[in-house]
Structure formats: C-alpha cells, structure tokens
C-alpha cells in the first residue's frame, strides 16, 4: 500500500554507549535492562540526547542518549549494578568529545 512509503519515521538509531562486563550480555543484565525500560509493558521512559557521532561505516548518524525514567538514568543503573561498562565516547562524536 503506497500510502503507507510516506509514513514518518518513528524510530531513529541511538546507543546508551555502554559496553558489556563479559563476553555477552548475561541474562541478568537483559532482565534488568527490560525491567528498568518497562520492556512491553507500554509504559514510557524518555531519551536525552548528548551527541551524536557517525556509524562505523560513516553512512548515517547515530546519536548517544541518556534513558531516563523520571531521574533515574537506565545506563547509569546498570553501570551501578555491575551490569555493563560506560563505552568509550570519545570516537566518531561529532561534537568532537567533549561530555554534556
């Protein structure tokens, strides 16, 4: 259905910029990745942004946010509870580095 090609986008390609503890993701961290974000359960959150830098390959942007449930930061909670890592933020950033 053509009318359907001019829809808006809805969704945009983002990272929390966190890396993982171990070689994957543990289950433990999935489970409290999906409790803290209301994974399916339609309940809202919402995406700070603080830069934006270049995918790999250098075809599109790709932008670095900050989740948040009121001021609860999801990324800052998994670091807290030894689930992941903050990534490196200092590579392809368009803003050339530097925190917000």
Do not use: H
Not at 9 to 24: P, R
């Amino acid at each position: 259905m053509p009318q359907f090609l001019s829809l808006k986008f809805q969704a945009i390609e983002a990272t929390l910029n966190l890396t993982m503890v171990d070689s994957k993701w543990s289950d433990e961290a999935i489970n409290c990745f999906c409790d803290l974000s209301y994974c399916a359960q339609w309940k809202s959150v919402s995406a700070r942004v603080r830069s934006s830098f270049n995918s790999e390959d250098g075809s599109n942007v790709r932008w670095w946010v900050d989740m948040m449930d009121g001021n609860i930061n999801i990324g800052d909670e998994l670091i807290r509870k030894g689930f992941a890592k903050g990534g490196d933020d200092s590579s392809n950033r368009k803003d050339g580095g530097a925190n917000e």
